[in-house]
């Protein structure tokens, strides 16, 4: 049986929940996780519930000696993990350039950034054990370079030059870094047969008030679905919303 690993999926309305209920019903055995036990167990218990084979498990991206025990557990139970999802991220904000604090640009950036590095760093013994490694950086359009008022008219949807009134700075800027790292883990691991992609979900209702304007996460967790269950000769070290390419 396949096993995924998604990391920050211990909230039910969020992206990384409706992610693992997804794969899980593709008959993936799926491991939630999050910085606190109690916010996955039950999570864990309803999917069980519905037939899918799930579990908990906790892990912080900012604790690396809890990392290398989460990674023991699994190794343990598996003795590899086949795919991994590095949902989790931190946004501290609406902030622009003159006013944000340095302290949550850094920990913005420690989370998203060398948290994602360090936790997919940790777990590549057991997604090399695979042999079919998949791992998705779910990033955003918000770092994405691309001007939409001047060219690529089939990508519609946000970008970097389109925060101005709701400036998300650091966190586009960590999606930028995360993007690159995209890059870099699909060279590297190509030889392990390793397909690394970036994906960005959309606008997505995960928080309240969002529902007016954010599509449900049903929709936008379909593309990191199929970005984690991509066959052997698919595409790797690209950046895709719906399936769809986008550009950097
Ligand atoms: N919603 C959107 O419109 C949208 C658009 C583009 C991209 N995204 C991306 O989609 C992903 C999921 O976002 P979401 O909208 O579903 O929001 P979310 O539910 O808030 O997901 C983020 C999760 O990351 C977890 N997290 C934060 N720091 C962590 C750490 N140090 N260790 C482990 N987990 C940590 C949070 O856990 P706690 O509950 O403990 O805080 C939270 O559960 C994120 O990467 C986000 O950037 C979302």
Redo the contacts with the bound molecule.
Sequence with gaps: MRTALI?????R??????TARQLGAQGIHVIL????SE?VEPLATELVDQGIEASALK?????PAGVATAVQRVEARFGKLDILV??????VGPAGVADKDMDELLLEFQ??VV?TWSVTQQFLPLLVASGHGRIVN?????GSFWDPDHGLVNHPGFAMARFGDMPITA?ALT?TALNGLTIKMAKDLKRDNILVNSV????????PG?EGF?RP?AD?AKGIAWAATLPDDGPTGLFFRDEKQLPW
Excluded: I, W
């Design positions: 990391t920050g999926s211990g909230r309305e969020g992206l990384g929940f409706e996780s999050a910085r606190r916010q892990l912080d991206l900012l604790d590095n949902n989790a991220a931190m946004l989370t998203n948290g779910v990033s955003s359009g918000a966190y999606k960005c979900p959309g606008l997505t209702a995960t928080h969002t954010a996460v936008s």
